[in-house]
């Protein structure tokens, strides 16, 4: 790699980092967006893996599982800042302002709550009610496209369970789609 | 240098996860919904911050290792306070009636203030996931925190949801004219998705009299929500009895916080509100007795008059947010739609301009503006 040929140092993993930022930035925010539904929470949860990859440069750029890294640092980041529940729901804020509007009349409120209900009552919302680690494995696997050996060594858990939670999620998920 | 190395793990025996031919329409279904859905999420740019973030780290090890020279954000609500507590500083906001008089230049003169809480930030460190090692594991990662405060779904653990909440103020300090003022606040829920949970927990807020360190009255000292019931047809209160000593005014305006607040959590429009006293009385406060549902006015000019002309929307009072561009967005009822504010750190104004909202008085419009880059900091938002 190019890089390996830079004096090691700041530089290098300044370079690394503006690379990596440019080639999976955007990705990786979606990533964390489709775990915790916050675009700001999933901003900093990728910022923060961007942040400790820089600091750890050096080893993880020997190790050569350098995306890899940075998406499980995704992960957990994002596992981390639900727990700390840094989380302001501001999709639910919005639906909320929007669902008190002063002025509304009753019927046409309901009618119009309800309908917006079923259209947002899609597949992305039964994800979110899914637990934690079957969202993860549903979201590793559908979204990052990563094998079953990839999600275990990403989430730390044996090839068996990465099954036994796709497996559960898909049939969580197929019943919520059958009810629509 | 090739960054993409998602597919250095692949080895032989690296299969998919191969899912029973009945879940595979709805695999399809997931992976094309999955990406749609991300697709729209447009990541703001942080390359500047991330670099300076690693630098500041890499400049002192032993803090960053506590966590404790990370970003600032918006320091998090009171009912937060314990998790907040991960943030070395952040940026404060609160909104209240206002504690100076409103511009005179302004016939509607609608005031909202910030007022700063007093940072409660301690050094407790974060525990960072730095390392990809760290996974945690679901038992602890569930476990019920001692805020209260949970995201997690896992378990029974409680929910947080910013709830719209509405207390009692006066339309401009030192006004006699009593109003409602909104606020979001976080709120600790027992499931997310019903409305009588939403609304009890939302309720007991409002009947608390407002957020500590806040300027509004309290309308229902001594009085608890004891049940909600949400049906089709409307919206049932029990509360423990009825407000005390209120005038007969007082008394309409303090209906008109809960029946907002109540209407408000549950999201269903003006879904009539009954209310029952447990303790057999019929008089709710003041004149207002509880033989009768109550509801929102629809007409305007009579929510003019019960509403504050401004109000913050976001950031929510004590949340903490990134350091640098912050913006703020409401909703105001003034005249020409003209938005003034200003943002004070210690008392010193470090920001201010004017906006309008979408429509003007008596209509109801939505405000935004975008301050410049603020340094981490407690801040205070002034919208009037």
């Known amino acids: 790699m190019p890089t390996r040929a830079r004096p090691p140092g700041l530089d290098d993993a300044d370079h690394a980092i503006t690379e990596l930022y440019a080639a999976h930035w955007t990705r990786l925010v979606r990533l964390a967006w489709l775990l915790v539904r916050d675009q700001s929470i999933a901003e900093d949860a990728v910022q923060d893996a961007f942040v400790a990859t820089h600091r750890r440069w050096e080893s993880i750029r020997d190790s050569g599982r350098v995306v890899a890294y940075l998406q499980t640092a995704v992960v957990n980041r994002c596992r981390s800042l639900q727990r700390h529940a840094v989380v302001v729901d501001r999709q639910n804020r919005a639906d909320a302002a929007a669902a008190d509007a002063p002025g509304r009349t009753s019927h046409v409120s309901a009618e119009t709550m309800v309908l917006a209900s079923d259209e947002r009552r899609t597949v992305l919302d039964a994800l979110e009610r899914l637990p934690q680690r079957q969202r993860e494995v549903v979201v590793l696997r559908y979204y990052e496209d990563l094998s079953e050996a990839q999600i275990a060594r990403a989430l730390d858990i044996s090839p068996g369970s990465v099954k036994a939670h796709a497996h559960r999620a898909l049939t969580t998920l197929r019943a919520t789609m059958e009810q629509q | ?384």
């Open chain 2, 1 to 384: 240098m090739n960054t993409d190395d998602r597919n250095d793990g692949h080895r032989p025996e690296d299969e998919t996860v191969v899912i029973g031919a009945g879940l595979q329409h709805v695999e399809e279904t997931v992976r094309a919904q999955l990406h749609r859905e991300a697709a729209a999420i447009r990541p703001q740019d942080r390359l500047d911050a991330i670099l300076a973030e690693a630098h500041g780290a890499q400049l002192s090890d032993a803090d960053a290792d506590a966590g404790a020279s990370g970003r600032h954000r918006w320091l998090l609500p009171v009912a937060a306070a314990a998790v907040a507590a991960a943030v070395a500083s952040g940026i404060w906001v609160a909104n209240r009636p206002a504690q100076t008089p409103p511009p005179a230049a302004s016939p509607v003169s609608p005031t909202q203030q910030s007022s700063t809480s007093s940072p409660t930030a301690s050094t407790t460190p974060e525990s960072t996931s730095s390392s990809p090692a760290d996974t945690g594991n679901s038992a602890a990662l569930c476990a019920k925190p001692t805020s209260g405060v949970s995201l997690c779904n896992d378990t029974q653990a409680r929910w947080v949801l910013p709830l719209p909440v509405y207390y009692v103020g006066p339309r401009t300090d030192g006004s006699t004219s009593l109003v409602l003022f909104r606020e979001f606040g976080l709120i600790d829920v027992a499931t997310r998705d019903d409305a009588a949970d939403k609304a009890t927990a939302a309720l007991a807020e409002a009947v608390a009299g407002g957020p500590a360190g806040a300027a509004y009255r309290p309308m229902w000292k001594g009085v608890e929500v004891d049940k909600v019931t949400v049906t089709a047809a409307e919206i049932d209160v029990t509360l423990s009895t009825g407000a005390k000593g209120l005038s007969a005014s007082e008394g309409q305006i303090a209906v008109d916080q809960l029946v907002w607040t109540a209407q408000a959590a549950v999201g269903k429009g003006n879904l009539p509100v009954r209310f029952t006293l447990a303790d057999g009385g019929a008089t709710l406060a003041g004149d207002a007795r509880t033989d009768h549902a109550y509801t929102r006015p629809t007409d305007e000019m009579a929510v003019w008059a019960i509403l504050s002309p401004v109000w913050i929307d976001a950031p929510s009072r004590g949340e903490s947010l990134p350091a640098g561009k912050v913006t703020v967005t409401g909703i105001a009822s003034t005249n020409e739609a003209n938005v003034q504010w200003a943002i004070t750190k210690g008392g010193t104004t470090v920001a201010s301009g004017h906006t309008t909202a979408d429509v003007s008085a008596p209509s109801r419009g939505e405000y935004s503006f975008t301050t410049t880059a603020l340094p981490a900091g407690d801040y205070v938002v002034k919208v009037f």
